[in-house]
């Protein structure tokens, strides 16, 4: 049959890419069409066959990955709320007008809906527009929130390097008027201690300051309206090198070269406090009235850093540029570092984990009357974390528990099912948390070996002596140690066992 021969000849396509390590995109492709092929040829007719693949840039989580997941977004939340922070939630789309024109090169990655009844949607890129959006609907003029939630890009993911279409955010905003860079030093700081506390290795925060680059593109010869243009081409300089980001914006963007050498000699600079103070005295840039307001907050914001603590970990560094539309003032990025490196060796990054800065002017652009809001934030790379977690796990081969389970509730004896249900029950109604094997009559190995593979820590064993006798024997998994427990104390035996030091 040819469509047989046509199946054969498609499987052997997919099995010759897989063998050349062709893009895993392409191979996907290929193998969806494959599946489209054999359900088509189908067995049983009439009966629909499924593609059976999520769509792509999007993945499942299996329970062991949630498990870390979980872990993450607890030590990120419990950062934000020592903080002060509260959590408001928004739609997953935005009227596509909220949406359009706040992203500058970005926007083509939107994703547009069809039309539904009347409304033309689309579904949100970020969580920082539609804060800006809620903001100035309801009025708001001071609030600290955060929002941890799922937006969309129609980009082209390149999931290996945990970039997807459908991923989380984690946001932390201060929305109000405050004495300069106090708010933004905080948001370093919560950056510095999530980053500390889920010990990815080490990191450095980039900062820099939309106003000092706009006065740098002036004092360099760049034109107006080339201001944003120019600044995307400058973003990628922590991805290309300075030879490919110039030709970018000479022969594309057609920038003369002279411009673009005089950016040259600024985006190469990086440092601290010493840095600022000698740009603060560059005959140029000093002259240049938004430069020097951002290089006066800049100093303000390191002050502001060494009583924090983590000024070391933070470097103003003049080539970051982060392309988005809506920066007003601090920009800032938080990377990886490569962990072997000589000595003496610049330290080399690995990938940005967080990111944010000031944007005044959003909010005002949604306001009827035109009122601004000052607002700064940062976003938490989670979907990059996770990855780092995911592989690091893989490579120990660490077992991760799935359950919180504290107990299972088992029985040495047959017949004794409504006693372990009574006995599951009433921990239950006490807050523990308990499990029972959905068998009438299960054999007392099984129970432990249930525990063995899904890691819970005791074993609550009723049997007949036991019940005339008005005791639980607790039996500890890891060590085999059991002991009997009055039935009034089980509860409080097994908090004190299961309760983390």
């Known amino acids: ?47 629909h066959k499924f593609v059976l693949k999520t769509p792509k840039g999007t993945r499942d989580y299996s329970p062991k990955q949630m498990a870390i997941r979980e872990k993450v977004f607890n030590a990120i939340i419990s950062c934000f709320k020592r903080h002060g922070a509260e959590v408001i939630d928004t739609p997953v789309f935005e009227l596509k007008e909220t949406l ?27 969580l920082t527009v539609p804060f800006a959006r809620y903001l100035a609907m309801n009025k708001i003029t001071n609030i600290k929130r955060y929002h941890i939630a799922k937006v ?21 905003d201060i929305a109000g008027q405050f004495d300069p860079m106090i708010p933004d030093a905080e948001c370093l700081k919560i950056v510095h201690e999530i980053l500390s506390d889920l010990q990815l290795g080490d990191f450095l925060i980039k900062v820099n300051d939309r106003r000092i680059l706009d006065g740098m593109f002036a004092v360099c010869g760049v034109p107006d309206p080339k201001f944003r243009s120019i600044c995307s081409s400058v973003d990628k300089l922590d991805k290309m090198a300075w030879e490919e980001v110039r030709s970018e914006m000479v022969a594309e963007k057609e920038l003369c070269p002279e411009a673009a050498d005089r950016i040259g000699d600024y985006v190469r600079l990086q440092g601290g406090l010493e840095l600022i103070e000698q740009l603060l005295q560059d005959p140029k840039l000093s ?16 002050e502001y850093l060494t009583l924090f603590g983590i000024a070391g970990k933070v470097r103003f560094d003049l080539s970051l540029a982060r392309g988005l539309d809506y920066y007003t003032g601090v920009i800032y990025e938080a990377v990886l570092l490569q962990q072997e490196r000589q000595p003496g060796e610049e330290p080399l990054g ?27 934030g940062v976003s938490i790379g989670i979907e990059r974390i996770f990855s780092i977690l995911e592989q690091r796990l893989e490579a120990s081969e660490e077992k991760i528990r799935t359950t919180e389970t504290q107990v299972l509730v088992a029985s040495a004896q047959k017949k004794l099912l409504e006693e372990r249900l009574k006995l599951v029950s009433e921990l239950w109604d006490a807050g523990i948390k308990a499990e029972v094997l959905y068998k009438k009559n299960p054999k007392l190995l099984n129970q432990l070996q249930y525990c063995e593979d899904s890691g819970i820590p005791l074993v609550a064993i009723v049997g007949e002596q ?27 035996e097994i908090r004190m066992r299961t309760s983390q030091p």
């Open 1 to 47: 049959m040819a469509e047989e021969a046509a199946v054969r000849e498609q499987a052997e396509t997919v099995r010759r890419l897989k063998q050349e390590k062709a893009d895993p995109d392409e191979i996907a492709k290929e193998v969806a069409k494959l599946l489209e092929m054999k359900a088509q040829l189908g067995g049983d007719e009439g009966k």
């Open 350 to 376: 690995v990938g940005s984990v967080a990111g944010g800065g000031r944007y005044d002017g959003l909010v005002g652009m949604f306001d009827p009357k035109g009122r601004r809001v000052p607002c700064v």
């Open 100 to 126: 359009t024109g706040k992203y500058g090169e970005d926007s083509k990655l939107i994703y547009d809906l069809k039309d539904q009844g009347g409304e033309l949607l689309s579904l949100r890129y970020d």
């Open 466 to 492: 036991e019940l005339k006798d008005g005791v639980v024997k607790l039996r500890v998994v890891a060590t085999r140690e059991e002991v009997n427990v009055g039935r009034e104390s089980l509860v409080e």
């Open 287 to 302: 002259q240049n009235k938004q430069a020097k307001e951002g290089l006066g907050d800049m100093k303000l914001l390191f």
């Open 152 to 172: 969309y890009r129609r980009d082209n993911p390149a999931m290996t390097r945990g970039r997807y279409r459908e991923f989380y955010q984690c946001d932390f």
